[in-house]
């Protein structure tokens, strides 16, 4: 039988592994590993140091290219949708050839948590496995990371938070009810939107990692300065993993 094991390794730091995704990952049969534009090359590069530190051949992986997501039109859920399908073919067409029998345990490393903003269990489940099959291994996720580099407690005592996006954030604006929000997948700076004069931010890019980089302050005084360092820093990687949270005034943190 096929089993799919989906291992969430936080930011690809060894440290933040959980004893249970290392013996997932040294007991797979087969590691996918994905592979995207030339300028995120050191994405996988990540991925693939950290199967070797753990003992995992070059036999035992099997790299194939991730499609890219047609981004024309105003249709953002067909667009996730057909981009989804197109990946779950990429990963019917690895197994096909490295596993030819279709038994087996297949391994596919998830940034951050399987669970969290993260899209592998949709994909997991155009393959046509039954429940079972597919097993799922928390990470330590990049919300997680961010408080503690900053060292912040993510809730006030006794109040709820919100995790949404930065489309949210810009389409809709300051979600009711809350007063602390985490911000993930936002490639278009939205907290540049955010008008509140005294809203403070803790930003960071790359947690775990050793390119890691924070930052924090009343947001009107340092959004400018954030943007700036998160371009300096995509132009030098050629990517980057951001998260920041958002406070009102009067909270304390």
Same mark, same amino acid.
């Given at each position: 039988?096929?089993?799919?094991?989906?291992?969430?390794?936080?930011?690809?730091?060894?440290?933040?592994?959980?004893?249970?995704?290392?013996?997932?990952?040294?007991?797979?049969?087969?590691?996918?590993?994905?592979?995207?534009?030339?300028?995120?090359?050191?994405?996988?590069?990540?991925?693939?140091?950290?199967?070797?530190?753990?003992?995992?051949?070059?036999?035992?992986?099997?790299?194939?290219?991730?499609?890219?997501?047609?981004?024309?039109?105003?249709? /953002?859920?067909?667009?996730?949708?057909?981009?989804?399908?197109?990946?779950?073919?990429?990963?019917?067409?690895?197994?096909?050839?490295?596993?030819?029998?279709?038994?087996?345990?297949?391994?596919?490393?998830?940034?951050?948590?399987?669970?969290? /903003?993260?899209?592998?269990?949709?994909?997991?489940?155009?393959?046509?496995?039954?429940?079972?099959?597919?097993?799922?291994?928390?990470?330590?996720?990049?919300?997680?990371?961010?408080?503690?580099?900053?060292?912040?407690?993510?809730?006030?005592?006794?109040?709820?938070?919100?995790?949404?996006?930065?489309?949210?954030?810009?389409?809709?604006?300051?979600?009711?009810?809350?007063?602390?929000?985490?911000?993930?997948?936002?490639?278009?700076?939205? /907290?540049?939107?955010?008008?509140?004069?005294?809203?403070?931010?803790?930003?960071?890019? /790359?947690?775990?990692?050793?390119?890691?980089?924070?930052?924090?302050?009343?947001?009107?005084?340092?959004?400018?300065?954030?943007?700036?360092?998160?371009?300096?820093?995509?132009?030098?990687?050629?990517?980057?993993?951001?998260?920041?949270?958002?406070?009102?005034?009067?909270?304390?943190?």
């Amino acid at each position: 039988m096929l089993e799919l094991f989906l291992v969430g390794i936080g930011t690809g730091n060894p440290d933040h592994l959980t004893r249970e995704a290392e013996n997932a990952i040294r007991g797979a049969d087969l590691v996918l590993l994905p592979h995207k534009e030339d300028n995120k090359a050191e994405l996988a590069q990540v991925r693939l140091t950290l199967l070797q530190q753990l003992g995992v051949d070059g036999g035992r992986i099997a790299h194939f290219d991730m499609p890219l997501r047609r981004q024309t039109g105003d249709d /953002y859920d067909n667009q996730v949708d057909e981009w989804h399908d197109a990946i779950a073919r990429r990963w019917q067409a690895s197994l096909a050839a490295h596993l030819p029998s279709g038994a087996g345990r297949v391994g596919l490393l998830v940034w951050g948590d399987p669970a969290l /903003y993260d899209s592998t269990l949709r994909i997991a489940s155009r393959l046509g496995l039954r429940s079972e099959q597919v097993k799922v291994v928390p990470g330590i996720t990049s919300m997680q990371l961010l408080c503690s580099a900053h060292g912040i407690a993510l809730n006030e005592i006794g109040a709820p938070f919100l995790v949404t996006t930065g489309r949210q954030l810009r389409d809709h604006g300051w979600p009711p009810g809350v007063d602390t929000l985490v911000v993930m997948l936002d490639g278009q700076r939205s /907290y540049e939107q955010v008008s509140e004069p005294d809203v403070e931010i803790w930003w960071g890019a /790359y947690l775990g990692m050793p390119q890691q980089l924070l930052m924090r302050g009343r947001l009107a005084q340092v959004a400018a300065q954030i943007s700036a360092r998160r371009a300096q820093a995509r132009q030098a990687h050629g990517w980057i993993m951001d998260i920041y949270l958002l406070r009102r005034p009067g909270k304390r943190s």
